[in-house]
């Protein structure tokens, strides 16, 4: 995996996370009522999703993520003109309502939004890797001292994939069933450089498997506005299942940790089912499972590069993680993409979490 | 100890039909790979600075796609090497984040080889409402060098006032007449370039230029190689704005002058063949796209 050295530069650590969740809920059985073939798909039962939460009239990719990255600005110690670089790493990029921005890129106007007017900025996509790949890119920024802070943040308004493939999903062998899983929402963090004796992220390694790279295509749709996803989820689910132990062993490895130093695992939130799976051949594979793991699918849907994002924020908010704590962020994206991001928990716990 | 251009490789298409921004990057990519004797599995960072492609394809990054058709690890080899790919975008200036990113990458260590690609193609004949650049793909290796400064100094400078001269949006667009299992309408790619935006970019890039220069202690006089894109309407001129010599200004011929995100690899495939790059101690990048975004990046031996 391509990994940072282990060298004794600095490190960096989550300074600040933000989130916002549109207020409207759908719960999953409103959507499979919607299709327009008779399904008979057990969606809830499948994927453990009991609701998922969709952007209103005005809401868009854009305003999801300006909404979260103010929402992390509001705890942190950086005002945004402290900012040195914004990454937006949304797969959607509606702006203006339906509109999917190419160019000027996303990151030049959320920029503008939280006035972060000394900031470099760019998009950068790698499907729900997306925001991941963002602080790994960071992570070499601050830790090689290019830049002080910086803020990753995506907005996904993804629920449209959904009403898309309730138009055409015939069975449960469609390969737009894991379109209808999808929730929007918005995620930020800043990342900057940890002071001495911190927390901050130990370890930091992706890796494409790239023979499987048409897996999940999506491309904008021919039945509706947004766009629409065509995913091989078994198939993705095998590889995950066969390959990520041992590329988190490999990960891993640099730094001396093993998976039993783990004691929060937040695996890409795809369904509740597929992580079950997941941790078992885990177990059968390395002997061991983190000490919790972290699921909060069943709420949200999988909200795409997000998910990780909203797991940490919801568990801070709710006083799960102690300082010491060590979370494994583990990225399971298209592509394929597999990212491993460890971090020590440090003062993102004292912080004030009131939503 | 630098961060250097290895090779350089361009891919136009090479019938009247549509290529394809994927083809045209991994041709851009086996060349540039051959020309450098390089096994692609070396490739440990593949970043991918194209925004256009066929069918507008959204997920996963245009990046890994490319990555297996190199062969570029598409597995990780049984001591663990493998590749990581993604994509950046950040339209004309794509290419200069690219090398930003990885030269960091390099410089840390992270990685021994990183390969950039850029190509932009119309994502289909009955998705296309506008697309003013040429159709054409690109590819360079970077690497760290012991003996060479390379590149030494980049900086990034938006003016989101003049956002709206260059945009490119998929829309979803209703049909006048819907006729029984029309979906009532269609997404379409438009990409508009309004009146002033090139006389926009070069006032931008001018004044940001000029700072950036004398902010690194180069004259004009000194600037060997000016590979400044948009080459039309742009390039010249702000050569002759800085009061640079107009014979260092690249020229990348018709073919390729309104090419997009490929635009600086294409400039600098040109100066290397024809031996101008060879010959250079300081060369000057300066690309302006939308946003208005614009990048200078020094490259020094």
New interface residues.
């Given amino acids: ?5 282990a ?1 004794s ?1 600095a490190t960096a650590r989550f300074e600040s996370i933000g989130v916002h969740l549109p207020a409207t809920r759908v719960p999953t059985s409103a959507l499979m009522a919607s299709t327009r073939h008779r399904t008979g798909i057990e969606l809830e039962r499948l994927t453990g999703i009991h609701e998922h939460r969709v952007a209103a009239e005005g809401e868009d990719s854009y305003t999801l993520a300006v909404s979260a990255a103010r929402d992390c600005l509001s705890r942190s110690q950086y005002g945004a003109t402290e900012l040195d670089m914004v990454i937006v790493t949304s ?2 990029k509606y702006h203006g309502g ?8 996303l ?3 959320v ?2 939004a939280i006035g972060a007017t000394n900031a ?8 729900c ?1 997306g925001m991941l ?1 963002g602080v790994f ?1 960071l992570n ?2 601050i ?2 001292g ?1 830049i002080r802070r910086g803020l990753v943040v995506s907005g996904e308004s993804i629920s449209q994939l959904g009403r898309n493939a309730a138009k055409q999903v015939r069975s449960v062998l469609s390969r737009q069933l894991a379109s209808l899983t999808l929730g929007d929402a918005g995620a930020a963090v800043i990342v900057d450089r940890a002071e001495p004796g911190d927390g901050g992220i130990d370890v930091a390694a ?6 499987h ?2 897996l ?12 629409t ?1 065509y995913t091989q989820a078994r198939a993705i689910h095998r590889v995950a299942i066969d390959d990520s132990p041992g ?1 988190v062993q ?1 990960a891993l490895g640099p730094s001396g940790l093993h998976l039993d130093d783990i004691d929060w695992f937040i695996p890409h939130q795809t369904s509740a089912r597929a992580i079950r799976s997941g941790l078992k051949m885990l177990e059968e594979r390395i002997g061991v499972v983190p000490r919790h793991t972290v699921v909060n699918v069943e709420e949200y849907g999988n909200t795409s590069s997000t998910t990780h994002f909203l797991a940490l924020h919801r568990y801070l908010q709710e006083g799960k993680f102690a300082p010491g704590d060590r979370v494994l962020l583990l990225a399971l ?5 597999i990212g491993v991001v460890v971090l020590t928990m440090d003062r993102l716990v004292n912080l004030s979490w009131a939503s | 100890m630098g961060v250097v251009i290895e090779t350089t490789a361009v891919a136009v298409p090479t019938s009247p039909a549509s290529h394809g921004a994927r083809r045209l990057a991994d041709t851009a990519a086996r060349h540039c790979l051959h020309e450098a004797g390089r096994d692609p599995a070396t490739v440990d960072m593949l970043v991918n600075a194209g925004v256009y492609r066929e069918r507008g394809l959204g997920e996963p990054a245009l990046a890994a796609l490319i990555q297996e058709d190199l062969e570029a690890n598409p597995t990780p080899r049984e001591d663990g090497h493998g590749t990581f790919s993604f994509d950046i975008d950040n339209g004309a200036c794509g290419f200069l984040t690219g090398v930003d990113v990885l030269r960091g990458f390099l410089l840390s260590g992270a990685i021994e080889v990183g390969m950039l690609v850029a190509s932009d193609s119309p994502p289909g004949p009955l998705q296309t409402r506008g697309f003013p650049f040429a159709e054409s793909g690109a590819a360079a290796v970077l690497l760290r060098d012991p003996h060479e400064d390379g590149f030494t100094a980049l900086r990034f400078q938006t003016f989101p006032e003049y956002a709206a001269l260059l945009e490119g949006v998929w829309e979803w667009r209703a049909h006048r007449r819907v006729r029984p299992g029309d979906p009532g309408g269609s997404n379409r790619l438009a990409v508009l370039e309004r009146p002033g935006f090139r006389g926009r970019a070069l006032d931008c890039a001018h004044d940001t230029t000029a700072r950036f220069l004398a902010d690194n202690g180069v004259s004009a006089g000194e600037v060997d190689l000016l590979i400044a894109t948009p080459e039309a309407g742009f390039a010249d001129p702000l050569g002759e704005r800085l009061g640079i010599d107009e014979n260092v200004v690249v020229h990348v011929g018709e073919r390729l002058i309104r090419a997009h995100t490929a635009a600086p690899i294409a400039a600098m495939d040109v100066a290397r063949r024809t031996g101008k790059w060879a010959e250079a101690h300081t060369i000057l990048f300066v690309s302006a796209g939308s946003g208005i975004t614009v990048a200078q990046a020094l490259y020094r031996r």
């Fill in positions: 995996m391509t990994t940072e050295p060298t530069v797969i959607s339906m509109r999917q921005r190419l160019e000027p890129p990151s030049l106007f920029k503008e470099n900025s760019f998009d950068l996509s790698n499907a890797a790949t890119v070499d920024f830790r090689r290019a992706f890796t494409t498997l790239a023979e790279s048409r999940c295509l999506a491309y904008p749709s021919r039945v509706g506005p947004g766009a996803m590329l490999e994206a298209s592509g394929l993409e």
